[in-house]
């Protein structure tokens, strides 16, 4: 019984679009496959369920919008324009959302 073809998921463009916050709905419908077998895939392929692999990968993204917003205020006026260009991130962690002030990021 020869079945489907197994799906070829690209991991590097997964993280890519996990970093800009989108969806498994969304990721799984670029790939052209359905979210059960980038759940599934995400375990046999990577070692690790698709909810943690997510998680990393969002973090990952937020720092570098951290780190963006940080460099481009240092260059453009200080920790005062930084608080004007973006007075709170609201990030999640624990899937809990969470607010941190870029004043507390500057003095870190």
């Known amino acids: 019984m020869a079945g489907r073809p197994k799906a070829v998921i690209d991991w590097k463009t997964v993280g890519e679009c996990l970093k800009a916050h989108c ?3 969304g990721i799984a419908s670029k790939l052209g496959v359905s979210t059960d077998t980038l ?3 995400c375990r046999q392929d990577n070692n690790i369920d698709f909810t943690t692999f997510s998680e990393q990968k969002k ?3 937020v720092v570098l919008i951290e780190e963006s917003i940080y460099k481009d205020a240092l260059t ?3 920790t005062d324009r930084m608080q004007k260009l973006q007075p709170d991130i609201t990030i999640e962690r624990n899937g809990q959302p969470y607010r941190k ?3 507390e990021t500057a003095a870190a």
């Open 59 to 61: 973090a990952e993204g």
């Open 101 to 103: 002030n870029i004043k």
């Open 23 to 25: 969806s498994a709905v």
């Open 39 to 41: 759940y599934l895939r």
């Open 76 to 78: 453009k006026g200080g």
